[in-house]
Nanobody, 121 residues
């Protein structure tokens, strides 16, 4: 069963925009966080954007001012609006689903399959 799934990747020219979507499913009795990461060829996976416990947003320095994260009211879907894309943004973008541990829910992490973003110069 798929517990987290990304979509919206594609190929664009530098300066273009894309909107990624991450949908978390299952674990209806649990609270979880959805966070964006990316991994370029030959590089380690890195944090891109997510939410703090108070709902405020957090961004990697490399995307600050260009990317915007948002979520729906149910907090089971997050979006990543990516503007002013650069060739160095080329990567596989992954969504991480982190279950918040409570009496009913264990501290599990799930990763989606990723969605490819390619930015040409």
């Amino acid at each position: 069963r798929v517990f987290v799934e990304e979509s919206g990747g594609g190929s664009v020219q530098a300066g273009g925009s894309l909107r990624l979507t991450c949908i978390g499913s299952g674990h209806t009795a649990c609270r979880y966080d959805l966070t964006w990461y990316r991994q370029a060829p030959g590089k380690e996976r890195e944090f891109v954007s997510g939410f703090e416990n108070d709902g405020s947003t957090r961004y990697a320095d490399s995307v600050l001012g260009r990317f915007t994260i948002s979520q729906n009211n149910a907090k089971n879907t997050v979006y990543l609006q990516m503007n002013s894309l650069k060739p160095e943004d080329t990567a596989m973008y992954y969504c991480k689903k982190q279950i918040r541990p409570t009496g009913l829910c264990a501290d599990f992490t799930f990763w989606g399959q990723g969605t490819q973003v390619t930015v040409s110069s």
